[in-house]
């Protein structure tokens, strides 16, 4: 087969220029800032729940124990208004463009993290009505998989599906980035240093900068490329 069989011109030229269009399109289709743009406002709207919310009682000896039912009534309902938020912003930026957006499956991923979310926390009030707290420290792994299952943790691994959908080696760059930041906390002895209501509220603060400094990087990247 020769190029003249081919109207318009060289085969491989014409496959290029298909590839080409294949990826200015994935490219207008894009939207991260957006959705990076949702989750950090929703994260630092989390802050005062967590902490109104927050059930503390300290004993005379001055150990605490705490709940964070203000975690409970907030995220689930707070995460399914943003998913609807950023589908709608996903839809209705890239229509603007001339293309669709495929942002269905990473709304549905996210629903299904929300569901686990609310399992996890289940079972683990239920285990803890029917057993003694524990004295000693938990082990690491138990409590990188409860940061993982948190809130913050599934908002990272949903966003893992979104880099994949976008193809977006960027995202999933920042999305690694995020989620070392969630899993393996910054610690400058706040712990320490804080009220038991407060020693949650600078990673939470750091969490929602991260994605708030990924939607603003995004943006300019964007912006530039236009």
């Not at 000693?136 to 138990?142: A, F, S």
């Not at 939470?204 to 400094?213: R, Y």
Request: hydrophobic residues 50%; aromatic residues 12%; glycine residues 8%.
């Amino acid at each position: 087969m020769t190029s003249d069989a081919v109207p318009g011109g060289d085969p491989r030229r014409l496959l290029s220029d298909v590839r080409d269009l294949a990826h200015r399109v994935r490219r207008d289709q894009r939207v991260t800032w957006a959705a990076l743009l949702v989750l950090a406002v929703v994260t630092f709207a989390a802050i005062p729940f967590d902490w109104f919310g927050m059930q503390v009682d300290c004993k005379a000896t001055g150990e605490c124990e705490f709940d964070r039912m203000g975690v409970l009534y907030y995220w689930p309902p707070a995460l399914l208004l943003a998913y609807a938020a950023i589908a709608y912003g996903y839809r209705r930026i890239a229509r603007s463009r001339g293309v669709d957006a495929r942002i269905l499956p990473y709304v549905i991923t996210g629903v299904a993290l929300i569901v686990v979310f609310l399992g996890a926390w289940i079972s683990v009030r239920y285990y803890i009505d029917h057993n003694p707290v524990p004295t000693e420290p938990l082990p690491y792994w138990q409590m990188f998989l409860d940061r993982l299952v948190a809130p913050s943790g599934l908002i990272g691994v949903a966003l893992l599906v979104l880099a994949r959908l976008e193809r977006n080696a960027g995202l999933l760059l920042f999305t690694l980035a995020y989620l070392a930041v969630v899993l393996i906390p910054i610690d400058f002895g706040w712990q320490t240093h804080s009220s038991v209501r407060a020693e949650f509220v600078p990673q939470q603060v750091v969490n929602g900068t991260v994605l708030l400094l990924g939607a603003a990087g995004f943006a300019l990247a964007q912006r530039r490329r236009r």
